[in-house]
């Protein structure tokens, strides 16, 4: 069984809580006392398996292939604004903020959007979904145990991320975004103004 993200976040934290109850066996008392030992150092902290799963870089780098085939390079989109959308198709807020997205990357030459499906959802099942939720921007299936390495790993979805047009990251939104809220991030990093 696989679980979808909150519910692994819900497992770890159980087990975190678990482990941490656990009572030391208390000494033994009936036999001899063993002399005191000199302290021993700490063990280092091990180092994280990848740093980005917990900070985001200053300018990501992303390459990866889209649904329909596509080469995606966020390095050959400078010039423009982009959009970077983490989502899922169990996501409620997700699909509700999907139409907005996709008339902003319509309407605004400016701006791009990508959507990077954070789902275990197989790429079939994706398209079948994305048939019945058709947007105009491109789609990338992300593997959940191997995210891209310069975003970190969403922690709620939706995630979105504003790239400004020299590859850096301006700005990143956690939770439902609207294309309004992104002009005017835009518009605050120094961009265009809305409309």
């Not at 990866?64 to 085939?69: E, Q, Y």
């Not at 105009?136 to 145990?145: C, E, H, R």
């Not at 850096?168 to 605050?188: D, H, L, N, S, Y």
Request: with cysteine.
């Amino acid at each position: 069984m696989r679980l979808r993200p909150p519910a692994r976040v819900a497992a770890c934290c159980l087990l975190l809580l678990v482990g941490a109850c656990r009572q030391e066996k208390a000494p033994d008392t009936a036999g001899p006392v063993a002399a005191p030992t000199a302290p021993t150092a700490p063990a280092a902290p091990a180092a994280p398996a990848r740093e980005a799963a917990s900070a985001d870089a200053q300018f990501p780098t992303l390459t990866l292939a889209t649904l329909d085939g596509a080469a995606y390079d966020l390095a050959a989109h400078r010039g423009k604004w982009v959009v970077v959308n983490f989502w899922a198709t169990w996501c409620k807020p997700c699909v509700k903020e999907m139409p907005d997205l996709s008339a902003l990357d319509t309407m605004r030459e400016h701006v791009e959007v990508l959507g990077l499906a954070y789902d275990d959802s197989d790429p079939d099942a994706i398209r079948g979904f994305l048939a019945q939720h058709p947007v105009s921007y491109p789609i990338a299936l992300v593997d959940m145990n191997d995210p891209p390495h310069d975003f970190a790993t969403p922690r709620g979805l939706p995630t979105t991320y504003l790239i400004a047009p020299d590859g850096r990251m301006v700005k990143k939104f956690m939770g439902p975004i609207t294309a309004k809220e992104i002009e005017a991030a835009i518009a605050q990093a120094g961009g265009p103004e809305p409309g």
